[in-house]
C-alpha cells in the first residue's frame, strides 16, 4: 500500500493495483493534475471535502473512474452519471479491494447546525493493511484498522475527542489530515499530544511525500 496526503482530507491511496482518492476538497490542489485514477470516493458534501469548482475537471480526466460518494453530495456537487451512492453499512468492490462505509453522520458543529451524513471509509485488500479514512466524524470506531487518516483540528473538533478516538481505535499507525486550518505551532502541539496519550504513531506526510507500508 502507498499513501500520499495531498492536503487537508485529500488522500491517494495506491493498493492491489487500484489508484483510489479520497475527498478531493477546496482546501487543497495537490489532487488537481491527477489521472488514472481508479476510483473517487467522497465521505461527505462540505466543500473541503469535494470542491464544486474544480472536481468536474477531475472527473473529465478520470473517464473510467468509479465515483462513490456519500448520498447528501448528490444534493450539493453536479456529478456525472456513473457516479453512485455509498451509504453507511454498505460496500463497493473495486477489483481486489472492498471499501466499506461505516458510521452515518458528520460530527456536531454546534446543536443549532442541522447534522448532515458522512461516511467512514475502510480499504481492505488481501496482503495489505487495513486504512480508514473517517471524514468527519469520530463515532464510527471499525476493527482491525492498521492505519488511519486522523482529521487533527476542525471547527466540530476537540483534542480530546480525538485522543479518545485514537486510544479506542487502536490503530498502529497514523498521519494527520484536516488540518488546512493549523499552523506549524498547532500541528506539533496535537501531533505531540498524540505521541504522548495514544497508541498510534502519527506521521506528519503534508509534505506530499510517498508513504509505503
Known sequence: MKIMHLGHSAVLVE?????????????????????????????????????????????????????????????????PERAHR????????????????????????????????????????????????????????PGGIDIVAVPVMGPWAALKEHIDFLRELKAPRGFGIHNGLVNDRGWNLIQGRFADMTPTDVADLRGGEAWQS
Do not use: K, Y
Request: with cysteine.
Open 86 to 141: 455509498l451509504a453507511a453499512d454498505a460496500s463497493v468492490e473495486l477489483g481486489g479491494v472492498r471499501i466499506d462505509a461505516v458510521g452515518g453522520l458528520h460530527a456536531v458543529i454546534h446543536r443549532d447546525i442541522p447534522r448532515i451524513g458522512n461516511v467512514g471509509l475502510v480499504v481492505h485488500a488481501e496482503g495489505e493493511p487495513t486504512f480508514f479514512h473517517p471524514g468527519d466524524s469520530l463515532d464510527a470506531v
Open 15 to 79: 493498493v492491489a493495483d487500484r489508484r483510489i482518492l479520497f475527498d478531493p476538497g477546496n482546501f487543497s490542489d495537490g489532487w488537481h493534475a491527477l489521472t488514472d485514477l481508479d476510483a473517487i470516493c467522497v465521505t461527505h458534501a462540505h466543500p473541503d471535502h469535494i470542491d464544486p469548482e474544480h472536481v468536474g475537471a477531475l472527473f473529465a480526466a478520470n473517464p473510467d473512474a468509479a465515483i462513490h460518494v456519500e448520498p447528501g453530495v448528490f444534493d450539493a456537487v453536479e456529478l
